[in-house]
């Protein structure tokens, strides 16, 4: 089973309008001289308001080298729905990719596992694909709690879907205690956390589904990580928060994962 590597750049709540159109486009000169079919899927999702843009600079350059993500979305299609964006209104707008179930949208927004899944659902009706995210907090880690967390997360987020619609989404494990502290979680631990993963996913639907959906890991990731963790039987990418706001680091990780 081959699957495609991606490497998503969640840029967070930075950059405006034109910090963001300056970042994608110098990403897309640092790999103008890679061929598309050697490189990993890549994504770079940034802020709401600079979607528009950063998808007008993407297809300028034409090469398609460069998906575009959203950080969120809601799942309702349209409606008195102050603040939010649908699925639909994202793909209007270029997205191919949205991330979903972010430990900081978990944590400071109170996103439920039932709204993850409502999210996923609406994101795969409108043919876009949802990048779910799922991962423990130390203290869980700590209590030995990491994987059955991590199992009731999965499920409830995949919950409803057909084993078609689970192979076309990507899973990000990020462990909350690695996002953003520099402590990335030791590659085999995470390469072990992700077949977990595979197995929840295999109960839920059947081997062959477990074994073609990608397993990003996600938590601190910088291009002097990226080679062992790619080295990872089961490790399919990376989520990349700090490290993808600076075109050299993000290039420097995307290519140390081409296969
Ligand atoms: P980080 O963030 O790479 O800065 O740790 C990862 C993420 O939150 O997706």
């Not at 995210?133 to 880690?141: A, I, T, V």
Request: with cysteine; proline share 2%; hydrophobic share 35%.
């Amino acid at each position: 089973m081959t699957r495609r590597p991606i490497i998503a750049g969640n840029w967070k709540m930075h950059n405006l309008v034109s910090d963001s159109i300056a970042l994608v486009q110098e990403i897309m000169n640092k790999l103008s001289d890679e061929n598309i079919n050697d490189l990993p899927t890549i994504v770079v999702a940034p802020v709401y308001t600079s979607l528009y843009s950063v998808n007008e600079t993407i297809n300028k350059c034409g090469c398609g080298k460069i998906k575009l993500g959203a950080q969120n979305c809601y799942f309702e299609e349209k409606g008195a729905f102050t603040g939010e964006e649908s699925t639909q209104m994202l793909k209007d707008v270029g997205c191919e990719y949205i991330i979903i179930g972010h430990s900081e949208r978990r944590g400071y927004f109170n996103e439920s596992d039932e709204m993850i899944n409502k999210k996923a659902k609406a994101i795969l009706n409108n043919g876009l694909i949802p990048i779910i995210c799922c991962g423990e907090s130390l203290e869980q880690r700590e209590n030995n709690e990491t994987d059955t967390h991590i199992a009731s997360q999965i499920k409830a987020a995949l919950n409803g879907l057909t084993n078609e619609e689970i192979e076309k989404s990507v899973i990000a494990y990020e462990p909350i205690w690695a996002i953003g502290t520099g402590k990335t979680c030791d590659a085999i631990e995470a390469n072990r956390t992700i077949k977990e993963i595979r197995k929840t996913i295999a109960q839920i639907s059947n081997e062959n589904t477990a074994q073609a959906v990608r397993i990003l890991y996600g938590g601190s990731v910088k291009p002097e990580t990226i080679k062992e963790q790619m080295a990872q039987s089961d490790i399919d990418g990376a989520l990349v928060g700090g490290a993808s706001l600076k075109a050299q680091s993000f290039v420097d990780i995307v290519l140390g994962a081409k296969k």
